[in-house]
């Protein structure tokens, strides 16, 4: 029986529940505005560990374990985990799983990648491959600076556009028992590439592959833009928040205050010295897993519609003056 | 309704059919003993392009042409795209694909990402989420070895157990309608670190995970080893294949002259300089969907259980003295 509605969505026909959901940060984002949301605050970027490599694999490693001691032990087993990060062969995910004992699917979204495993997570589920499944992501701003731009040492200048990566990551578990905020759609991305090449201006790049997927989701389900509370883009940035608000209205989509985005939630953009606002696959993980669960647990938002937005290129691909392609991976979140 | 069986493996109810397939491959493989079979040889490894990182995502591109051009249009709309590669962040797919307009979701497993997107892809089109889903990986001796290694114009010695990236790439249509060969049981990979640090010496770390899967997958399901005509793992190379049937038969699994690996098929061992064997994501993507689907079509198997295997190791992690994650994952291909 066919779930599909419209080119890009499906509906699921016994949405999966987020049953568990973590979220660690580094020190920077501690400090930020939603501080107090996050299940842990490490001190130092090293997080005493060698190098930043393996203190990222730390990072998926010790949110999954929070993710595991926080769910139900009546939901089972956990059959799949889906993971992905920025580092070259996904790095951190696969030394932060490698002792978890688990079959893993590892993904690949860029920044978008948390929306992407939850959106393939909530298909298992449904789909009645799973009973539970964790999905998780990672990024730090000095494994990214150090492999994406230039060595942290050099104290490069960072230009106006630019964003800042978060030190942090978080998961959820999405299962097909117990009660909880659900999934309910997934509209998955295409890739879109409007020909920009500054890599320091990735949120003007992303906003357009944002508006695409979104609109998509507007268009497969027919539903309203008042449905959702609020539709949290990760991460645009405020350029590419901009850019994105006014492609949606050019569509006919009148967000009217409901658009915002994870990287401009995580920092006080006028205090923290990050420019446009966060970005990094662990930036939307981080700010939906501690921020936006927990206000609709709390009721200050009945439906959100989360877009993941990711630039999917890579340090070669820039010095070879190549534009950068994009893709967005939108997923419902719904309390019942 | 839970389509688990056991630990690791689901069954597919209704199992996807593989109702297109194609292989594109550099001109060191059109020479092997596989060169008949492909689709396309081109002639130099730069295929006409700038740099090695573009010939890649052009292969990519050419493979998925083909995949659509040779898929029955009665079957309807391709829904999704799976596809990763080795390159950092997965570029030649995301580059390849980027005008493709289809949803894409990008998956990382080193080597083993053919039979990630297959058994990911058989589970979107078995759960109703997609009609048809394609699925394609590639790889490039020139990129791979440029981003891995050295720089190939130092013309490094190689080691007697290193493998030789394969340049080429391969994909499947998987479709809920059709007749052909189908894809029955998907049994996902754990992540495997048996401590090996030697990065020119995979096929022996990889070889582990493959036989973990292997037996997970018999285990599962509780089929006899003379089920399948052949057990086809890729890439483990010569040493790999042996310590992978070594392990096999220490777990109860003699595979009696069942066993193969698609890095000892693609080239002549003794007349082509290529060590171990051949490696990387296009290999087993090539030669599956060139020759293996090719000779079951043909009758000459009736099963074959496919098992591919990813090294998940970067440039970084064998430079900071790390072991080498492993993963392998197994989907079974089936003459109805």
Redesign the interface.
């Known amino acids: ?4 509605i419209g080119n ?1 969505t ?1 509906s699921l026909s016994v949405p999966p529940k987020i049953s568990s959901r973590a979220a660690i940060v580094g020190p920077k984002e501690g400090k930020g505005p939603l501080g107090l949301y996050f299940d842990y605050i490490f001190e130092e970027e090293l997080w005493g560990e ?2 930043w ?2 203190a990222e694999s730390k990072l998926v490693k010790e949110i999954f374990s929070l993710l595991e001691r926080k769910m139900e032990k009546s939901l089972g087993e956990i ?2 985990l889906l993971a ?1 990060d ?6 951190a995910s ?2 932060g ?14 920044c978008s990648t948390m929306a ?1 495993t939850m959106g ?1 997570g909530a ?2 589920v ?6 539970n499944v964790a999905c998780l992501t990672s990024s730090h701003f000095c494994t990214a600076e150090k492999q994406f731009r230039y060595p942290l040492e050099l104290g490069n200048q960072r230009t106006p556009s630019a964003q800042w990566t978060v030190t942090g990551g978080g998961g959820v578990i999405l299962s097909n028992k117990g009660a909880g905020i659900e999934i309910q759609t997934v509209t ?4 879109v ?1 409007m020909g920009i090449k500054d890599a320091n201006n990735m949120g003007a790049a992303m906003a357009p592959a944002a508006a695409d997927t979104i609109c998509a989701h507007f268009m497969d389900t027919g539903f309203p833009v008042e449905k959702y509370d609020l539709i949290i883009t990760g991460d645009l940035g405020s350029i590419g928040n901009e850019i994105c608000g006014e492609l949606l209205r050019e569509n006919g989509i009148d967000t009217n205050g409901r658009l915002n985005d994870c990287g401009l939630l995580i920092y006080d953009l006028d205090d923290q010295d990050v420019h446009s606002g966060g970005s990094g696959c662990g930036c939307s993980a981080s700010v939906v897993a501690a921020y936006i669960l927990r206000e609709m647990e709390k009721g200050t938002y009945k439906n959100v519609l989360f877009a993941g937005t990711g630039a ?6 820039v010095q ?1 003056g ?1 534009t950068i ?1 994009c ?1 967005s991976h939108v997923v419902s979140l719904n309390t019942k």
Do not use: H
């Open positions: 029986m066919s779930k599909r890009q499906v060698k190098s490599e393996k059959n799949y992905g920025l580092m070259n062969q996904c790095l696969n030394f799983l490698r002792e978890s004992n688990i079959p893993v699917f590892g993904v690949f979204g860029a992407e393939l298909m298992l449904d789909g009645g491959f799973a009973d998955t991305g295409k890739i590439d999917l290129l890579n340090q070669l691909s070879q190549e392609p893709i």
